[in-house]
């Protein structure tokens, strides 16, 4: 199947509530514009250097979500256009996007990163990390990021029962922090699920996908 077709039929079956980011990394412009095309304009990257590259060469009304780990030296270089960081894991992290937030005169929604799988090479925060953060003062000062959701990524397994296990911490996470609003802080999204186990994430309530392998066939490191 086509890239495109590929795409409908991923769409087609997603609740109306679902967001589909398109998880471009790794692929060649040509095909980002097939889901271009097929009017498909939220993509994700997940290294700094290719989305900045990649938002330069293709039409401005793309919606770009950084998916990946960020380093705070990096922040200034997405600051001006990105829509949603999704990879936010740390304090530090925070205040420097609020820096270069201001300087752009614009305000970054962010979701925070949750560690939730049983693997060490996932980022993010703790459940009681990401507690402490936002019950800071210094996050209660940042006026020019808003916290909208939470992130995570199951354990790579064939285990169906672990990976719900896993989403279903992360909902009811979730759902306890989402009464709590403040003008930075304000849940709605929560972006969990990946090709291979988006289905199980929409049943543990998932709004937004990240979606790359399923749409454009598997990646090429070179
Ligand atoms: C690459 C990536 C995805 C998409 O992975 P697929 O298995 O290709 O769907 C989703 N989320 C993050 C954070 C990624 O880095």
Known sequence: ???????????????????????????????LMEVYHANHKVF???????????????????????????????????????SLIHS???????QEINKQAIKNNRIINCLLQLYIANEETKFGLSYNEAEE?????????????????????A????????????FNSLKVFFDKLKNQTSNNFQLTILSMGMSSDYSIAIEQGSNMIRVGSSIFGERNYK
């Open 44 to 82: 994700g990257e997940n290294k700094v250097q290719e989305l900045c590259e990649k938002h330069e060469q293709l039409p401005k009304d793309i919606e770009w979500h950084l998916i990946g780990h960020l380093q705070t030296n990096k922040v200034k270089y997405i600051a001006g256009f990105v």
């Open 155 to 166: 354990s790579n397994t064939e285990n169906s029962n672990q990976i719900k296990n896993e």
């Open 1 to 31: 199947m086509s890239i495109a077709d590929n795409l409908k039929q991923i769409k087609s079956s997603l609740p109306s509530n679902v967001t589909l980011i398109a998880v471009t990394k790794t692929h060649p412009i040509e095909k």
């Open 88 to 94: 936010v894991d740390s304090l530090k992290l925070l």
């Open 133 to 153: 953060l936002i019950n800071s003062q210094a996050f209660k000062s940042l006026n020019n990021i808003k916290i909208v959701g939470l992130m995570s990524m």
